[in-house]
């Protein structure tokens, strides 16, 4: 045997995401375009008036100066991140599907990994690598813009004093970090679904995946009104942020993870991509070629 | 290539057994019934025609579909061990199912670290004595290829059952011998047992040790190749004999180029050599003949 028993569930999960990025490079290529482009924008644009801007710091309140110094690694990271996220949607929604397409779920069932481990493999892939990665990504960008903007400052003959002293060095990446973890739990449902989807669906699986749920969400405002359908898809689709941070009496935005932890959307969101990845599991047992 | 089968002993247990296994879609019945009972060490071929049940039988013995009936192989019960079951399983549904994208390196790589049983070493030396490179992706190969190389994961797989659907399919004949050679030279070691599904009879009779012919979901015919020599028999008759060969009761009758070949089943042998020239029928011959189950008249091209 080449591993014992205990760790034979690990084995199989680490080669089962191996196999999952060797297929989806565009998992880490995407994230990675995005940042290097974007990277590029901020030198071009911000980095030659890190220098005026400097100058004008002087004359902000120190949250503003903070603020405006880290715009551009702000800018970066949210590109990176929806970047991430519709890279993530994307790759669910072919994850089960495409394996039926090329017949190569015979392949993969041929080998004595489980339903359950090749499913929650393709789970973590949005869940939990894809979010490691782009942090990883992300500070690296961020990194790179400080070496790069400290340069430009030097070479002015001004002292880099200001711009290393306002920027939030160790909030960044904590906050970076927080707010993909709770993207990640906050657009599970959605990556569950996308799952179940193209584990489900014979064909046309972007329609499936995206029709079913406004129907019913207009079937519901139909009964309702719209504005809590409009509310819901907003808080669902782009209200991460706001569930997670709080923003305080002095407009700094921190995390707030009791504000986040202490949220029903939250858990009930989590409990149907829980019941969503069983269905998944569930349902790849009996499936077959296309 | 010639091949003798081990006459493995009876009371052995049996590797797959089968009782009424019945598979119904809708309203179509795939599978009807079958009983099965195939012992360790057997190369068994499952013959009949395109959608006789052939791959739905096999589906469920790998634990692919849900199924009625009891059927039990390796002693678990596929449709809810299937996971314990595939250590000891391993199958080719089809030649073309090996994943496009993959490299050669990283189908080494991924099956040696999900099998406890591979043995990578081996299947290098497999892939060695080919022309496929490691860098290559499965997608830059031919179908012989990607034959070549999904018989080389699968050969270096320590399992105890092999289960074959087609595996041929679509290949040159060059590459039909070739498979079949190196699954009995470099594979079978007696205490195997491969399952072969296939229409293409001809091809698989010499390596096989038992034989089941299945259509319309029914097991048709099932015996050892060598009780398969012993029961049916193919007489050239001579022109003049024709009525008299007809008397012993031939199961299927074809004239070609002037010649008339009778096929008979548990017929005496010296009395038909009295006939004129007798012989083994090929699996196909009497495969059609069990199929049509009537005697009938083929015309040749006479």
């Known amino acids: 045997m080449k591993s014992t028993n205990t760790r034979r569930p690990v084995r199989l999960f680490y080669w089962s995401v191996r196999r999952e990025l060797w297929e989806h490079r565009s998992l880490y290529f995407a994230p990675l375009i995005v940042a290097v482009v974007s990277m590029i924008g901020a030198f071009g644009a911000v980095v030659p008036g890190v220098v005026a801007s400097l100058a004008k710091v002087a004359t902000l309140n120190p949250m503003q100066q903070t603020s405006q110094l880290s715009a551009p690694y702000s800018a970066v990271a949210v590109l990176v991140m929806i970047t991430s996220v519709l890279v993530g949607c994307f790759y669910c929604l072919d994850a089960l599907h495409g394996e039926r397409r090329d017949r190569s779920i015979l392949f993969w069932k041929s080998l004595p990994v489980s339903d359950a481990t090749t499913v929650l493999a393709k789970a973590s892939i949005p869940m939990l690598v894809l979010p ?14 400080v070496f790069v903007s400290t340069a430009v400052v030097l070479a002015h003959g001004m002292s880099a004093a200001t711009l290393w002293s306002k920027l939030p060095f160790a909030k960044m990446p904590v906050g970076l970090f927080y707010f993909l973890v709770v993207t990640a739990l906050w657009y599970a ?4 679904w996308l799952l179940f989807v193209s584990v489900w669906a014979k064909r046309g699986t972007f329609v499936w995946a995206v029709v079913p749920p406004l129907a019913a969400l207009a079937l519901v405002s139909a009964g309702s009104g719209s504005s809590d359908v409009k509310a819901f898809l907003r808080s669902r689709l782009i209200g991460a942020f706001e569930h997670g941070f709080t923003t305080d009496s002095s407009e700094q935005t921190l995390p707030d993870p009791s504000k986040l932890l202490s949220n029903p959307e939250l858990w009930i969101g989590l409990l149907i991509a829980a019941g969503l990845v069983f269905a998944t599991v569930r349902l790849r047992r009996r499936r077959e070629p296309l | ?26 309203k179509h019945i795939a599978v009807n019934g079958i009983d099965l009972s195939i012992a360790p060490g057997r190369i068994v071929g499952i013959v009949g025609p395109n959608g006789a049940g052939k791959t739905t039988a096999l589906n469920s013995i790998l634990g692919l ?36 994208w993959m490299r050669v390196s990283q189908a080494l790589d991924y099956v040696d670290g999900v099998h406890p049983r591979f043995n990578r070493a081996q ?5 060695a004595k080919t022309t496929i490179k490691r860098s290559s992706k499965v997608a830059e190969l031919s179908k012989g290829m990607v034959m070549q190389l999904h018989l080389a994961l699968v050969m270096a797989i320590d399992a105890k059952l092999l289960v074959l659907d087609e595996p041929t399919l679509g290949l040159d004949i060059l590459f039909q011998k070739q498979f079949y050679e190196s699954l009995i030279h470099d594979y079978y070691d007696k205490e195997r047992t491969i399952l072969i599904a296939t229409h293409h009879i001809d091809e698989v009779q010499h390596v096989l040790t038992d034989v089941i012919f299945v259509d319309g979901g029914k097991i048709v015919l099932s015996c050892s190749t060598t009780d398969f020599e012993s029961h049916f028999f193919e007489l050239l008759v001579r022109p003049d004999d024709l009525a008299a060969a007809r008397e012993l009761g031939p199961i299927h009758e074809r004239h070609t180029f002037g010649r008339s070949v009778f096929l008979y089943r548990d017929a005496d042998p010296e009395a038909l050599a009295t006939l004129g020239d007798v012989r083994t029928p090929s699996l196909s011959d009497v495969f059609v003949a069990v199929v049509t189950n009537q005697p009938s008249t083929i015309k040749g091209a006479a």
């Open chain 2, 1 to 26: 290539m010639s091949f003798t089968s081990p006459d493995t002993a009876p009371d052995a247990a049996p590797i797959i057994k089968a009782r009424g296994l019945t598979k119904v879609f809708d």
């Open chain 1, 189 to 192: 449902p959605v990556y569950a």
């Open chain 2, 65 to 100: 579909t849900p199924y009625q009936g009891e059927l039990s192989v390796l002693g678990r019960d596929p449709w809810t061990e299937r996971d314990e079951l595939m250590r000891d399983v391993c199958f080719i549904a089809d030649v073309a199912v090996l994943p496009r």
């Open chain 1, 132 to 145: 490691l990665m782009v942090f990883v990504i992300i500070t690296a960008a961020q990194l790179v813009i």
């Open chain 2, 123 to 127: 299947a290098e030396g497999f892939l």
